[in-house]
């Protein structure tokens, strides 16, 4: 990234947060914070005046929380990545607001490093959960198909080796661990990713974890084929 290629606005309403969240953005020399807010409705405010590249939102605020203004936030700028900040992994919230369209989430005692190299992971569209704690928030809150229900219809649409692509996707490997096992490059991974996302009218690849789960493509607690 060049010197202020990526832009970031920060919304929590709490003081401290914002304050840590802002110092860690401004000692970056390629990251840009352009707009702040303590609530949902200034989140959208935020979104629609500044459009920045990454939004770090709270979940809990008063009046519009962070899940509610998700999709609005988006409404108001589209290209906009949002990364939601919750204080427990499995907040019950966090499910909802990954499928109403944000792109991740931290938890608020990650370490500076880890929220900057989410941010940048989130800007250029390639963060992906933590397998563990994708597999738990699935399990948990996606319905759950029973065994065998795949959505043939919606999965008719994908090659053999795009599902291939898909279930490890959903299995939270990496492209690189998924290259490996399918014996391809990266970069041909990347490409079947891409190819997914288009097909299903997905936004990311959380988006691709959630609809392998409720396409039944695989099953909550199955072992990895």
Do not use: W
């Not at 938890?107 to 933590?130: F, S, T, W």
């Not at 649409?157 to 096992?181: D, H, K, P, W, Y």
Request: charged share 20%.
């Amino acid at each position: 990234m060049s010197s202020g290629d990526c832009s970031v606005a920060i919304v929590d309403d709490q003081p401290l947060i914002r304050a840590a969240l802002r110092m860690a953005v401004e000692s970056q020399p390629d990251l840009r914070l352009v707009g702040e807010g303590q609530s949902g409705a200034e989140a959208i405010a935020v979104a629609r005046e500044h459009r920045p590249d990454v939004m770090l939102l709270d979940v809990r605020m008063p009046g519009m929380d962070g899940i509610q203004a998700v999709p609005r936030i988006l409404d108001a700028s589209p290209a906009t990545r949002i990364l939601i900040l919750t204080t427990f992994d499995l907040d019950e919230y966090v499910y909802a607001a990954l499928r109403a369209g944000a792109s991740a989430f931290l938890l608020k005692d990650a370490g500076p490093e880890q929220i900057l190299a989410a941010v940048r992971q989130v800007a250029v569209g390639d963060m992906l959960l933590a397998p563990a704690v994708t597999r738990r928030l699935v399990e948990v809150y996606v319905a759950r198909p029973p065994h065998g229900a795949a959505d043939t219809g919606v999965l008719a649409a994908l090659t053999v080796r795009e599902r291939e692509v898909l279930t490890a996707l959903a299995q939270g490997r990496s492209n690189a661990e998924i290259g490996l096992g399918l014996h391809v490059s990266e970069g041909t991974v990347k490409t079947h990713v891409s190819r997914i996302l288009a097909k299903l009218d997905l936004r990311d690849r959380v988006q691709a974890v959630i609809a392998a789960y409720e396409l039944g493509l695989i099953v909550p607690g199955e072992p990895p084929s």
